[in-house]
């Protein structure tokens, strides 16, 4: 067995365990087990922001060092951090459609879906991630890629900043953590830690994958 796939079932195990906490939480009286899809989608953004900072981090080692296994980490932490904001946005979508009070409102779903600055934010996140999928296409220097990925990490921190603050949201605000039951906030950390636990274990995949081909390469 390459050493590449103990850590990608790693990942596999941590979002499965996600999954099963998230099966897991308790309906509520007003929404039921509708409930469990943004609270899901709420523990993956958690994690996800989480590993914004590495990435950023690896990118600006990067920069000032040239460092080639920051790179690597730079690498893989970006498929990792876009690929699960992607997710997150997608679910987030599909949280609000499903458990958001739309009733007695004459304006379509979608345009008060877009008034919304935490979900333009998800959206404009989500494509200037995808973006950086692309990136490597037309940049070939890496230090030109790794100042982008910082920059990319700041601008989506700037970009949150003023979501939390530009005017009113429909988005309801920590209902977790505004809870005085414990058995919801222990699920739902739960929840952040086994997404934490997916994206080292995918990280560490392809940071291992990437050093076996490049391996491979040297001894042909």
């Known amino acids: 067995m390459k050493n590449w796939k103990l850590p990608a079932c790693v990942g596999v195990l941590g979002l499965a365990a996600a999954i099963t906490f998230a099966l897991n939480y308790p309906a509520v009286e007003s929404l039921g087990a509708k409930v469990r899809l943004p609270v899901f989608h709420g523990a993956l953004t958690w994690a996800n922001l989480m590993v914004f900072v590495p990435f950023g981090i690896m990118a600006l080692v990067y920069v000032i060092k040239g460092n080639e296994q920051a790179y690597r980490w730079t690498s893989a932490l970006r498929i990792v951090t876009?690929?699960?904001?992607?997710?997150?946005?997608?679910?987030?979508?599909?949280?609000?459609?499903?458990?958001?009070?739309?009733?007695?409102?004459?304006?379509?779903?979608?345009?008060?879906?877009?008034?919304?600055?935490?979900?333009?934010?998800?959206?404009?996140?989500?494509?200037?991630?995808?973006?950086?999928f692309v990136l490597p296409l037309i940049v070939e220097s890496k230090k030109v890629r790794a100042v982008i990925d910082f920059i990319f990490v700041f601008a989506t921190g700037a970009g949150l900043s003023w979501a939390m603050t530009a005017?009113?949201?429909?988005?309801?605000?920590?209902?977790?953590?505004?809870?005085?039951?414990?058995?919801?906030?222990?699920?739902?950390?739960?929840?952040?830690?086994?997404?934490?636990?997916?994206?080292?274990?995918?990280?560490?995949?392809?940071?291992?994958?990437?050093?076996?081909?490049?391996?491979e390469i040297q001894n042909d």
Do not use: E
Request: with cysteine.
């Open 82 to 132: 876009v690929s699960m904001w992607l997710v997150g946005t997608v679910l987030g979508f599909l949280a609000a459609m499903n458990t958001w009070d739309f009733t007695g409102s004459k304006t379509p779903m979608m345009q008060l879906l877009m008034s919304d600055p935490r979900l333009v934010a998800q959206i404009v996140i989500g494509l200037c991630g995808i973006a950086l």
């Open 167 to 215: 005017g009113k949201a429909l988005h309801p605000d920590s209902p977790v953590l505004n809870s005085d039951d414990l058995v919801i906030k222990a699920l739902f950390f739960a929840m952040v830690i086994s997404n934490l636990v997916m994206a080292a274990g995918f990280s560490s995949s392809i940071v291992a994958a990437y050093r076996n081909s490049q391996a």
